[in-house]
């Protein structure tokens, strides 16, 4: 999908995961997700620690803590958890996601997918892509 092919909802929902990430108490790198159905906000969220740990992200060698939850998985147990549900939503996520939150998406029934800076593995993307998961850059 071309720029030109974005709208301004889609620009106003990046900005906000933009803002969203900033919660993240991660060094590394912080991510945020928004899920949208129906132009409205059904789920956020960020990468962190999961609920009740310590919020450190990083090991003392500077690298991910394993049980790091990222930014789509939190948003995606977030409506897990509520009386919402994501089939046909969209997902605006920071950062594209990985091979683990490429499953989660297309199990959730998630049918769009907006980042703006591409993972350095792109399996979780050619994973969507083939799943028929529609993958859109944003150019912010």
């Known amino acids: 999908m071309s720029q030109k092919n974005i709208t301004k909802h889609d620009l106003a929902y990046m900005k906000m995961a933009m803002e969203w ?13 928004l899920i949208v159905k129906n132009k409205r906000i059904i789920s956020d969220g960020y990468n962190g620690t999961p609920s009740g740990f310590e919020n450190v992200c990083e090991d003392e060698n500077g690298l ?14 977030k409506v897990a958890a509520s009386t919402q549900n ?5 997902l ?11 499953k989660l998406i297309y199990q959730s029934g998630i049918k769009k997918v ?3 800076e591409a993972y350095s593995d792109k399996t979780g993307l050619e994973f969507l892509e083939k799943a028929g998961v529609e993958v859109i850059k944003i150019e912010i």
């Not at 990430?21 to 997700?33: E, I, P, W």
Request: hydrophobic share 30%; proline share 2%.
């Open 92 to 102: 605006y996520v920071t950062l594209s996601p990985c091979k683990e939150c490429s």
């Open 64 to 77: 991910t803590k394993w049980h790091v939850l990222h930014a789509e998985a939190n948003a995606i147990t």
């Open 114 to 116: 907006f980042y703006t």
């Open 86 to 90: 994501s089939n046909g939503a969209s």
């Open 21 to 33: 990430r900033k919660l993240s108490y991660c060094k590394r790198k912080q991510v945020g997700a």
